[in-house]
């Protein structure tokens, strides 16, 4: 940052003083006569100690010096860190070897959009806008490291790069008549964790993760209760055990046994799951109740659904289900329009209109 000081001489003369003081640097100093000499000396000083401190890094490491580098200091922090750690690979494998100096503006719109045109690896789908938006995201905060942290780069040539447009987002729920077909596959299903777990994200719209991921310790039966510790959004959230959850608990409760703390164990060739794969179990109820376009996470798009359509308040179902903001669960408030004139009702009573 420059500073220039008007200063006034022995022989009553006017002299301006500049000085340059940049972050990593020795303060430096000159006098001139003229004050636009002093200004244009303070801009010279100030771009060569920027081209030493920035673009000489820049010149030397590379996109994937760079992502190894994020990778090692920060990725291990993330909750998302194998996701992200995913996302970040495709940008070493697509222009990982130029230099910092080269991941220009136009580059990366470049290979975002070689991005959208390549298909999803799993079942070769058009890729969507969202998921191209999360992998520019990936690479913008190994950037965003790189510019505050390491300054290896000026700034970010991410932040002017268009982001795609994404959907507001899917709110499949189970219907009146397919709640119970698939309540009953489950009951018929030869896994002895199926029910439970579906019961248990029916009844409190928790995520999968956190559903087979429960320990016996995080559980009180008595206070009908399971504590969550470590969700997505990092906050801690209490779950309800009720209803036909509870009392599947209570019934595993008395033949658990006490070497195992996990509720849903993997099998002994699981060696590396930290808990029991459903996803064949689930997939066969699914086809068994004859449901169409229905996944897993949908048990906490239903729960938040019948939540709504009973009048529960926004708020208490964003405090159920963990989101940290009511943009999630507005997605959920058309379900509910008797409430709204409910509301109104009683609006229009308290001021006798």
């Keep these: 940052m420059a500073a220039i000081e008007k200063r006034q001489n022995a022989d009553g003369s006017f002299s301006y003083r500049a000085k340059v003081r940049l972050k990593g640097h020795e303060p430096v100093s000159a006098s001139f006569e003229r004050k636009t000499d002093a200004v244009e000396w303070a801009k010279k000083i100030e771009a060569e100690q920027k081209d030493r401190r920035y673009f000489g890094a820049s010149k030397r490491h590379t996109l994937t010096e760079l992502i190894d580098r994020y990778t090692t200091d920060e990725l291990h922090k993330l909750k998302s860190a194998k996701t992200v750690g995913a996302r970040l690979d495709y940008w070493k494998d697509s222009i990982g070897k130029r230099l910092l100096s080269d991941v220009t503006h136009d580059v990366l719109m470049k290979a975002r959009d070689t991005l959208k045109a390549t298909p999803t690896e799993r079942g070769g789908k058009v890729r969507s806008g969202a998921d191209v938006n999360r992998t520019l995201a990936a690479l913008s905060s190994a950037l965003s490291y790189g510019t505050k942290e390491l300054r290896w780069i000026a700034s970010n040539p991410l932040k002017d790069v268009r982001k795609f447009s994404e959907s507001k987002g899917r709110v499949r729920y189970l219907s009146d008549e397919e709640l119970p077909k698939l309540l009953a596959a489950c009951k018929a299903s030869a896994s002895p964790h199926l029910l439970l777990a579906v019961c248990l994200a029916l009844s409190t719209g928790a995520r999968k993760s956190e559903v087979l991921g429960l320990c016996w310790k995080q559980v009180d039966l008595k206070a009908q209760t399971a504590l969550l510790g470590d969700t997505k959004n990092g906050d801690a959230r209490t779950l309800p055990v009720v209803g036909t959850a509870l009392q599947l608990l209570l019934e595993r409760a008395k033949v658990r046994t006490l070497k195992e703390d996990r509720i849903f164990p993997p099998t002994a060739r699981s060696t590396k799951s930290e808990y029991f794969d459903l996803r064949k179990a689930w997939d066969a109820a699914v086809k068994t109740a004859e449901l169409e376009d229905f996944h897993w996470h949908d048990l906490r798009?239903?729960?938040?659904?019948?939540?709504?359509?009973?009048?529960?308040?926004?708020?208490?179902?964003?405090?159920?289900?963990?989101?940290?903001?009511?943009?999630?669960?507005?997605?959920?408030?058309?379900?509910?329009?008797?409430?709204?004139?409910?509301?109104?009702?009683a609006l229009a009573a308290r001021l006798g209109v």
Excluded: C, D, F, N
Excluded at 312 to 319: F, G, H, N, T
Excluded at 323 to 334: C, Q
């Design 301 to 345: 798009h239903t729960a938040a659904s019948y939540l709504a359509m009973s009048g529960v308040s926004p708020l208490e179902i964003s405090k159920l289900l963990g989101h940290r903001t009511m943009a999630m669960v507005s997605r959920y408030a058309h379900l509910a329009p008797g409430r709204k004139i409910e509301i109104s009702g």
